[in-house]
């Protein structure tokens, strides 16, 4: 212990080995593994890994129309499923933070946290019921039942948490004096909103959409379950892991979401949205 | 801000329907568990304790519970470790790479759930299984751990920046050994970051599927997957809609006691 306490190089190593052994090593190997196995192909007969460099998984996913459909209708998804999380979310947590009263504004953002941490599954399942034929919303609006469009909304529904507290914490750190300059050299709530507001926001936006678009992108659950025949990326890798036992194609589908997410990342690493994580 | 009456208004009700939307379909799942009809007509006509009944007395659905709770357990326990050792490495050491390992914390959960499920699965088949360790509940164990991390990791990190070094620095300058000082010093001032950390990651735990799919050995069904499996089966939705609704009771717990434990700051650590 002594001895640890006079080499604090040696103190990191060792609070450091274990888990960067673990995700370090372990995770971001077989994230590598899985990378590699993507230019590998399986043969037809035997049903073996075939290990050697080939791009004929990606040249198979370029050529194919099938795949080009399912990866615009999966970033499609993923885009409408962000724009609704923003649009739901910025109101509310305009709302909790700065026109509740203090006291409500803590339970509101208990009711906000608190359905984050009931199943996503059970969430699904409860939409599954909501939609069914004969159910509550077919019973009043005559529809839509499942497919994309309930794709979407649950979904929506799903990540609009993750959406409304990086707001919130956006909002909670800008000062309530901005807010009054604005009024006081004149503009109007509409013109604050769209001059101070929203471009302070902008990171924490970010910050929100890497969850909706992340989790929307890699998702086969929730299409599963109320999404009828519609397939999506998930879909795709999933069936090719199981059904197919094709894990360098699956892997080579894999990428698509993760290239995706790297691009995306990177482009909204300069607002400083990471930081709001 | 000074808002007109009419935007305050406007805000208030798309709150409310904001909450509404929120909460409709949960309390759904809770009123459908009395529903008397098994196909859950709706309104429905006569209300029945007879699912709950079914459901306790449901073998399969016992014993998926009881796996997911190991489960929970064995991937929290790592993650307090690995968190813990994380959050001290990150707060108290400037080291090249310090950006890049919280990075590497966020990762897992950060990447869709498949990319993560079907690269541990792909290592634990070529790497672990060759040695002699089939995937089994281990594995379920392992997987969890690895995105259950940074639940801790966010904790513990926060309750040290707010902490400061001071009070260790008083413990030695007194004379304290450094395990005195750990004892009494960093130990009591984490420990509730440390239990909210750990129910955090316990309850992520307990409601993951996709990593959870693809690392069971067979035969392993934890909860949402017995759930999965049990979707699809007409006859069975009465008895899966009462475990639904059980677990969005159970998942109040967790971040009603978070929240007693470590602040308001402590149930947002999932993002």
Not at chain 1, 27 to 51: D, H, K, P
Not at chain 2, 21 to 33: A, E, R, T
């Amino acid at each position: 212990m002594a001895f640890l306490h006079r080499h604090p190089r040696l103190r990191l190593a060792a609070l450091l080995s274990a888990p960067m052994l673990w995700l370090g090593l372990a995770y971001l190997g077989a994230l590598a593994v899985l990378l590699v196995s993507a230019f590998w192909t399986v043969n037809g007969f035997t049903g073996e890994v075939v290990r050697e460099f080939t791009l004929a998984n990606f040249r198979t996913i370029v050529t194919e129309e099938v795949y080009r459909n399912v990866t615009l209708r999966s970033l499609g998804v993923a885009v409408a499923v962000t724009v609704i999380c923003v649009v739901l979310a910025l109101p509310m947590a305009f709302y909790m933070a700065k026109v509740a009263r203090p006291r409500a504004r803590h339970w509101l953002v208990i009711a906000i946290l608190t359905p984050l941490w009931a199943s996503y599954l059970v969430k699904a399942y409860a939409w599954r019921v909501l939609l069914a034929n004969d159910g509550p919303i077919d019973s009043l609006f005559g529809g839509p039942g499942y497919g994309l469009f309930a794709t979407i909304i649950v979904l929506s529904y799903l990540w609009l948490p993750y959406m409304i507290l990086p707001i919130y914490a956006g909002l909670e750190r800008l000062p309530d004096s901005l807010l009054e300059a604005s009024a006081d050299l004149g503009a109007r709530a509409g013109r604050t909103f769209r001059g101070v507001v929203l471009p302070i926001l902008v990171p924490s936006i970010f910050a929100g959409s890497i969850f909706t678009f992340s989790l929307s992108l890699g998702d086969y659950i929730t299409v599963q379950i109320v999404g009828g025949k519609t397939q999506l990326l998930g879909n795709l890798v999933y069936a090719n892991v199981g059904a197919a036992n094709n894990l360098p194609f699956a892997a080579a589908i894999a990428t698509i979401p993760v290239i995706i997410m790297v691009v995306y990342l990177a482009a909204v690493r300069r607002s400083g949205a990471l930081e709001e994580l | 801000m000074t808002l007109s009456a009419w935007s305050r208004w406007s805000l208030r009700v798309v709150m409310a329907l904001g909450l509404l939307f929120i909460y409709v379909p949960l309390l759904l799942v809770l009123v459908n568990s009395f529903n008397g009809d098994r196909t859950f007509g709706w309104p429905p006509h006569d209300f029945t304790t007879r699912w709950w009944t079914a459901a306790w007395n449901n073998g399969g659905a016992r014993d998926a519970l009881w796996t997911s709770v190991k489960a929970g357990l064995g991937a929290t326990a790592i993650a307090l470790v690995l968190g813990t050792m994380v959050a001290f490495a990150v707060q108290r050491f400037k080291f090249f790479g310090r950006d890049t390992v919280s990075l590497l914390i966020v990762l897992p959960i950060a990447l869709p759930g498949i990319v993560t499920g079907i690269a541990l699965d792909s290592a634990w088949r070529s790497v672990i299984a060759p040695l002699g360790l089939g995937k089994g509940l281990f594995s379920v164990i392992v997987g969890h751990a690895t995105f259950c991390v940074v639940t801790v990791y966010n904790n513990v990190l926060a309750r040290l920046r707010r902490s400061g070094v001071s009070l260790e620095e008083a413990s030695a300058d007194l004379g304290a050994s450094p395990g005195q000082t750990f004892r009494y010093i960093t130990f009591p001032t984490l420990r509730s970051a440390l239990l909210a950390g750990g129910l955090l990651a316990f309850a992520l735990s307990f409601d993951e599927i996709i990593v959870t799919t693809f690392t069971a050995g067979p035969g392993i069904q934890t909860l949402p997957i017995w759930i999965f499996n049990n979707l699809f089966r007409p006859n069975q939705a009465p008895v899966v809609n009462v475990v639904a609704a059980v677990l969005i009771v159970l998942s109040v717990l967790p971040v009603w006691l978070a929240q007693r434990l470590a602040g308001p700051e402590a149930g947002a650590s999932r993002t």
